[in-house]
């Protein structure tokens, strides 16, 4: 008898789909998807989005009605941004009990609230007229305390309004502690906090700017969001930080980028680790998909594949309703 080598067959367990689908390492549920949504303030039909297709600004109405095809599809929650139809300096309609973001959500967690979570961004960039995270100094710096103050004003306006889940997104120091003593002086205390606890200051937001008319009118974050080339224990600490200040669930973005980072934090936390598929990754499969360039569906699972592997508990991507729907 001649000796049978080679003496491994990994390729045993990959012969057929079955098999493959059985000792699958990874997989995706709809539950751990939460979808991005853009709802805009005076508008009387859905704006798309140009450098995101199949993005839309919503209207109040159009937007309810995603939220219900999100929630039939069985994703886990959704996060809502808002563009004010009036922006200043302070970033008012932020915390305005009016506001669109405030009035938008109300909507949500009385259609689809029982559903899904319905979570609320926290930040100013989308209610300024400059454009920035946060309220200026004369120089033009981002004044950390003052910006503060407004996180914690809208993060409970919001809070009021019904959000379920408050996602501070705007990188100053201590702006979960703010929001934290803010929602429990409040009487919010059973409302967790998604800190964006470790967010670059990433080219790949490029089409969330369009799709949040937030891009700065002067100057870039990188100031206050990380550096990519940054230490790694730079992002630990500022997830280190969250965890102290009260965060429940921690978040990395941009994510295919940053899978490395990602991976760390999981291993280092012991909280629920979110992770963001940005709409500059969403723009680029998307654009690539439309010059037939590569496979959509198939580039689309791999790369949530792949952020789940790295350590995500829960993922953001504007595909979260097509992927759930597909995964059901
Ligand atoms: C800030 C915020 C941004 C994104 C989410 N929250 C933009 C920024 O920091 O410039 C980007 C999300 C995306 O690119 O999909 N409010």
Redesign the pocket.
Known sequence: MTAQFPVARPRRLRRTAPTRRMVAGTRLHPAELVL?MFVKEGITEPNPIGSMPGVFQHTRDSLRKAAHEAAEAGIGGLIL?GIPEVKDGRGSAADDPEGIVQRAVADLVADVGDALVVMT?T?L??FTDHGH?GILTPDGEVDNDATLERYAASAVAQARAGSQVIAP??MMDGQVAAIRAALDGDGFEQIPIMA?SV?YASA??G???EA?E?APRFGD?SAY?QDAAGQVGEALREVRLDLDEGADIVMVKPALAYLDILRQVRDTVDVPVAA?Q???EYAMVEAAAANGWVDRDRVIMESLVAIRRAGADMILTYWATEVAAKLR
């Open positions: 991005p941004f961004d930040c960039d989308e995270c997104s705007g964006y967010k790949f937001y089409p969330f700017r949040a937030c974050r969001q963001y940005v709409s500059g």
